[in-house]
């Protein structure tokens, strides 16, 4: 049993057949609160130990983004199938002045999963409204059509990943056969970065400088490797580079990879993993007359923007992406959106992730 | 200088929103309250979200004698009180190098060269030619020559690629004729693709909503027409009264002038104009400008007489403190003939509307601040659970609330639990606040990006200014002119206006809305 013996702060524990009608004793309770939800949104783990964790930061999430929350915690090794459920609501105040609250349905899933995931579990999603779903560490053989055929949007962190080749390869069919809009984490760690890079862009000799670039460099921690690599096809993908030969990483500390301008010319990237770096502590690109960095500190909330060109330096501010994963959560799902461009990029990341295995 | 935003890849599909592209922001009328409590603070929450473009500067513009550090000292002390993203002094400490004050009377042609020159400097530094963004948040009686000494020092001119455009703060003139002469300046100085006449009610998000809700949603579309919709309510209701010297201002101006004019008519004509061709700023501009011109004028004393309510309050209570009558107010005249409060019953003669009246009221000390539109739905046939004696009638209700608790709420019957049939009215409510944990940008905040992006659909056009003008004038002057002028009524200051005001719906058999 690797339910936590303190399970307080997943609620009070209800019987499985019971769970909406206890669910509904909850509002009677206390009539100063409001019920609210815009979304399903499961946490799924097949570490059960983190239910209690889980149940923390769908706390936090619950402040910005009202919704239905199902954790889901497995424990395969057990020998025994069980099932165990809890309920309880996160209320936040609003605005000072009215306590919102959203509902949180905890299960505990012991033994062979196969079908109570999506039968039982499942019915109690909340109807008509999309179902969020973030899976926690590697996929596994319950990823299957039976479950991503309910998914709306998949919300994945592939820093956590091993062997993130294979695993990206397993999201393929959910995204070609049921349209799964996939969120990875790695890329929101992105976001900041490339909106800053775009805004450094804006500048006509920057523009006009992107048939010059010759190199990029992505310095990042270990973490943000893939999150790096990401920036590489984004980068591959907008200025249409062509993979130069076989896409190869080049040495042990780095994945390099030489890509060819529709013009001919070079294009030499590369992901560099530095301890104490930020996930994005570093961008430089070099277009010869032209130079763009942008850079952060550990920690520090802030990027850093600076534009050599030809002779001229300005410099900048811009906000950066969350850290910590409970806010790239926050920030993704306040984004929504199709994530068209990360299936954009997906063909050359997965081509330089193959160069790179 | 600066390409179209397709031409830098990196954009796509980073925001679903024209981009807005870097420019020198000049802010004429920079020691007034509109710069120091909405603008700057606009502006450094968008740097805050990184939504501010790269390379922006601020320069102030005003009479005054100032320093920089001493102009950006004040800016950082209101900053920190009314900043919807708070105060980061770390933040605030860059974001103000790219602030800057111009010293220099409106009327100094010497300080628009100066100005020229300084904003040239920038350019070079950036290492071209650059956008400029010129914002008259001055008092009205220096808009003309603003606007003419820009041009006589050529900052109105686009040079090459990089554009020169002018937000233009209310009020757009105090009459037609004024209007019209504004817009003659401003023709003559920007071209109207280039002339953003602000009206920040249209930057609230649930304005905004109100086209979402009307055409992205399948259900109410068929029904928003005079076949199923009874009546058409737009309330906005303040409590403040005449606080902080604005009576200066306002007993000159009155409530039709200050807020039907501009704020009013505009969520009037996005709460009845056509669905547009597309979404572009002039596709939507032309239907809103079609409902303007449909307006019926109310262009005899005896229309305005029948369909206009002005009043001025008495002193009350509000917020269970007394308060002193308008005429009592200070800087308004004792003998003021300035409306405080205003009712109308409008009808827009269009096939989607005719018969449907409008009714507007707007005014001071009323018992709470809530602005919304309520759309009132016809009861249906008196058949069936309607003709039960006892059922409650009444049809369906829609509420659109623009501020404060911003949201739409839709009223239905439903039998209540029991035995017997009992029928009341209950509500379906969806607060924007509840459901979204993340508060909605201010108004300005989304303005000025959209200035900056070019977007002008969130901004009034000429024509639609001026239809606004004509419907006004009748009512001003009859009120003002005419010898036969509707008297002025009164209320006490916390109640829900005059009684006229209720007889005025009253004589339709309806009532207002209890807000």
């Known amino acids: 049993m690797t339910v936590p013996n303190d399970c307080s702060q997943l609620g009070r524990e209800v019987e499985i057949g019971q769970i909406e009608v206890e669910l509904k004793r909850l509002w009677e309770a206390d009539e100063a609160r409001t019920n609210a939800s815009l979304i399903n949104f499961a946490v799924y783990s097949e570490d059960a130990s983190a239910l209690s964790q889980n149940s923390d930061t769908v706390r936090e999430i619950t402040r910005e983004h009202a919704c239905r929350a199902i954790l889901i915690g497995v424990d395969r090794d057990e020998v025994e199938i069980s099932m165990r459920a809890w309920i309880t609501a996160h209320c936040n105040l609003m605005n000072g002045n009215k306590s919102v609250c959203s509902e949180q349905i905890a299960f505990h899933l012991g033994g062979r999963v196969s079908g109570r995931l999506s039968n039982t579990v499942f019915a109690h999603l909340n109807s008509d409204l999309p179902l969020i779903f973030w899976w926690q560490g590697d996929l596994s053989e319950r990823f299957n059509d039976r479950l991503y055929s309910l998914i709306k949007r998949l919300v994945i962190d592939s820093s956590e990943w091993q062997n993130p080749l294979a695993q990206f390869e397993k999201i393929v069919p959910a995204m070609q056969e049921y349209n799964m809009v996939v969120q990875d984490l790695s890329w929101t760690r992105t976001y900041h970065a490339r909106l ?4 450094l862009f804006d500048d006509p000799l920057a523009q006009a400088a992107i048939p010059a670039i010759k190199t990029v460099r992505v310095v990042t921690s270990a973490e943000g490797r893939i999150a790096g690599l990401q920036l590489l096809a984004w980068f591959a993908a ?16 780095a994945d390099s990879f030489d890509f060819e301008h529709s013009h001919g010319g070079v294009v030499k990237t590369s992901v560099v993993t530095q301890s104490g770096s930020a996930a994005i502590g570093l961008i430089e690109i070099d277009a010869g007359d032209v130079q763009l960095t ?32 409970v806010g790239l959560v926050r920030d993704q ?22 160069g790179a295995s | 200088m600066l390409l179209a935003a397709m031409s830098n890849p990196f954009r796509e599909d980073l925001v679903s929103r024209s981009r807005a592209e870097a420019c020198t922001v000049v802010i004429f009328g920079a020691t007034g309250d509109l710069t120091h409590r909405k603008l700057v603070p606009a502006l450094y929450n968008l740097a805050v979200d990184g939504e501010l473009p790269h390379g922006v500067k601020i320069i102030g513009f005003a009479r005054r004698e100032k320093s920089d550090d001493v102009f950006r000292e004040g800016l950082e002390e209101l900053n920190k009180e009314v900043s919807r993203s708070g105060h980061d002094p770390e933040l605030w400490s860059e974001y103000q190098e790219s602030i800057q004050y111009h010293q220099s009377e409106f009327t100094d042609l010497d300080g628009y060269q100066r100005l020229a020159d300084r904003l040239d400097a920038i350019d070079r530094e950036r290492g071209g030619a650059g956008n400029r963004l010129f914002y008259v948040a001055s008092a009205p009686e220096f808009f003309d020559v603003i606007l003419e000494n820009l041009k006589a020092v050529g900052l109105s001119d686009s040079v090459g690629d990089c554009w020169s455009r002018v937000i233009v703060e209310k009020p757009f003139g105090t009459d037609l004729a ?6 003659k300046v401003v023709s003559k100085t920007f071209a109207e693709k280039d002339t953003y006449r602000i009206d920040h009610y249209l930057g609230k998000e649930t304005a905004q909503n109100i086209m979402v809700l009307r055409f992205a949603n399948a259900i109410f579309e068929p029904l928003w027409n005079n076949k199923y919709i009874e009546q058409v309510q737009i309330t906005c209701a303040e409590h403040l009264g005449m606080e902080g010297g604005r009576g200066g201002y306002y007993d000159n101006a009155g409530a039709l002038r200050d807020m039907v004019q501009n704020h009013l008519l505009q969520l009037l004509s996005l709460v009845a104009m056509e669905p547009p061709t597309d979404l572009s700023a002039d ?6 400008v079609k409902v303007l011109r449909s307006l019926r004028q109310l262009d005899t004393p005896e229309r305005i007489k029948e369909n206009v309510v002005r009043a001025q309050y008495t002193a009350g209570h509000v917020d269970a403190k007394q308060v002193v009558g308008y005429r009592e107010e200070e800087r308004v005249d004792p003998e003021s003939m300035t409306e405080a409060y205003v009712a109308l019953r409008m009808h827009i003669d269009t096939w989607r509307w005719s018969g449907v009246p409008f009714y507007v009221r707007v005014g001071k000390r009323l018992p709470k601040k809530a602005t919304e539109i309520s759309i009132h739905f016809k009861a249906p046939p008196n058949v069936l659970f309607n003709a039960i004696p006892g059922a409650t009638a009444g049809g369906n209700v829609l509420v659109i609330r623009i501020q404060p608790d911003e949201g739409i709420s839709l009223r239905m019957v439903s039998k209540l639990p029991g035995t017997t049939l009992r029928m009341e009215p209950v509500k379906m409510d969806f607060h924007y606040a509840t459901s979204f944990g993340k508060g909605s940008p201010e108004a300005y905040e989304r303005l000025l990006l959209d200035a900056m ?9 000429r024509d639609e200014v001026e239809e606004a003008w004509r419907f006004i004038d009748h009512i001003e002057k009859a009120w003002h002119e005419s010898e036969k002028a509707p008297e002025m009524a009164d209320f006490v200051a916390g109640s829900w206006g005059p009684k006229a005001a209720d007889d005025l719906l009253e004589q339709d058999g309806n009532s207002w809305r209890r807000l």
């Open chain 1, 196 to 199: 800053a890079i775009a805004a």
């Open chain 2, 283 to 288: 596709g939507v501009r032309d239907e809103k």
């Open chain 2, 453 to 461: 992006a070019g977007d002008a659909t969130l901004f009034a056009r």
């Open chain 1, 238 to 253: 907008q200025c249409e580079w062509r993979k130069a030969s076989e896409l190869i990483a080049a040495e042990s500390v």
């Open chain 2, 178 to 183: 004024t209007a019209k002469h504004l817009n």
């Open chain 1, 333 to 354: 799902l306040s984004r929504g959106g199709k994530n068209s461009l990360f299936r954009k990029i997906f063909p050359v990341f997965i081509d330089m992730l193959k």
């Open chain 1, 294 to 325: 942008i850079s952060r500190s550990k920690g520090n909330q802030v990027l850093h923007l600076k534009m050599k060109a030809h002779g001229h330096v300005s410099e900048q501010s811009a906000p950066a992406d969350s850290e910590d994963v």
